[in-house]
């Protein structure tokens, strides 16, 4: 399984960004999705994670940000609003074949928000 992961960036405080996680394998449907992210000189931390219709974020994330997949283009989303400083970090798209998705990983993208 092969994962590109695009859409960083920089952004001010109270932007959004899309983050976008296409894989590259035939049973996409049947694979949990998850995006991790680690900040500046932190240790990977778990952000959202989807399986099925079923999504789960952690907690810093709640009500801001919203992970969804295309079953059809092979792609999962990351939906950030109202980015905070906090919030800088490399993204990264994960995989696996159950939750908590973290059998194959994508490169990261960095995202970096400025107060």
């Known amino acids: 399984v092969q994962l590109q992961a695009s859409g960083g960036g920089s952004v001010q405080a109270g932007g959004s960004l899309r983050l976008s996680c296409a894989a590259s394998v035939r049973t996409f449907d049947t694979l949990a999705m998850g995006w991790f992210r680690q900040p500046p000189g932190k240790e990977r931390e778990f952000v959202a994670g989807i399986s099925g219709d079923a999504s789960s974020y952690a907690d810093s994330v709640k009500g801001r940000f919203t992970i969804s997949r295309d079953d059809v283009k092979n792609t999962v989303y990351l939906q950030m609003n109202r980015l905070e400083p906090e919030d800088s970090a490399v993204y990264y798209c994960?995989?696996?074949?159950?939750?908590?998705?973290?059998?194959?990983w994508g490169q990261g993208t960095k995202v970096t928000v400025s107060s």
């Open positions: 994960a995989a696996g074949p159950r939750y908590p998705p973290t059998r194959y």
